[in-house]
T-cell receptor, first 116, second 112 residues
Framework: AQKITQTQPGMFVQEKEAVTLDCTYD???????LFWYKQPSSGEMIFLIY??????QNATEGRYSLNFQKARKSANLVISASQLGDSAMYFC?????????????FGSGTRLQVQP | SQTIHQWPATLVQPVGSPLSLECTVE??????LYWYRQAAGRGLQLLFY??????ISSEVPQNLSASRPQDRQFILSSKKLLLSDSGFYLC???????????FGDGTRLSIL
């Protein structure tokens, strides 16, 4: 079965510094996609970035980038120049092959707190 | 552009009462639709997903059900709520293919 592991329950970072949020995954699927979502205290889930298993380049989206190391099965999220508004829960997720790659499996999340 | 509406935002219900949560999507057709539940401080757990009208795939819930009466409407129901049904319920949609899912604002359900 698939599994997403986020080993950092909580992280602190100073404003304007970069931070890396860890995500490792386990899957027997050859073709898969990895996602990162942000969940502020209000509760909505905001899509941040996507990496396909066959993408040769690491995904980037503004201040977000994904450090994808396929051999190590890791897909870490890097947030550059942290802002106070980045304080939130962050979830790593991947598509589930048993649902035709439609639904997502989520990790347990990392709570990021950005300090002024 | 596409939008997803989920209501109500907050709901307090007694044990044994029925439940109906509604989710609608605008600006797209034939989306995949999903219901997830999130326990406090945890990740999301898939409850149901649907690839078309009347097509529902179920995961773990024993006393919850889902229906898709229209292309862009997804309803989560229960005939008799349990204490363990408390949580944060999120509806999501995606277009076909390996596209990201987009979530509604969620419903916070408390069972008394």
């Amino acid at each position: 079965a698939q599994k997403i592991t986020q080993t950092q329950p909580g992280m602190f970072v100073q404003e304007k510094e970069a931070v890396t949020l860890d995500c490792t995954y386990d899957t027997s699927d050859q073709s898969y996609g990895l996602f990162w979502y942000k969940q502020p205290s209000s509760g909505e889930m905001i899509f941040l970035i996507y990496q396909g298993s066959y993408d040769e380049q690491n995904a980037t989206e503004g201040r977000y980038s994904l450090n994808f190391q396929k051999a190590r099965k890791s897909a870490n999220l890097v947030i550059s120049a942290s802002q106070l508004g980045d304080s939130a829960m962050y979830f790593c997720a991947m598509r589930r092959p048993d649902t035709g790659r439609r639904a997502l499996t989520f990790g347990s999340g990392t709570r990021l707190q950005v300090q002024p | 552009s596409q939008t997803i509406h989920q209501w109500p935002a907050t709901l307090v219900q007694p044990v044994g009462s029925p439940l109906s949560l509604e989710c609608t999507v605008e600006g797209t057709s034939n989306p995949n639709l999903y219901w997830y539940r999130q326990a406090a401080g945890r990740g999301l757990q898939l409850l149901f997903y649907s690839v078309g009208i009347g097509q529902i795939s179920s995961e773990v819930p024993q006393n919850l059900s889902a229906s898709r009466p229209q292309d862009r409407q997804f309803i989560l129901s229960s005939k008799k709520l349990l204490l363990s049904d408390s949580g944060f319920y999120l509806c999501a949609w995606s277009i076909k293919g390996f596209q990201p899912q987009h979530f509604g604002d969620g419903t916070r359900l408390s069972i008394l």
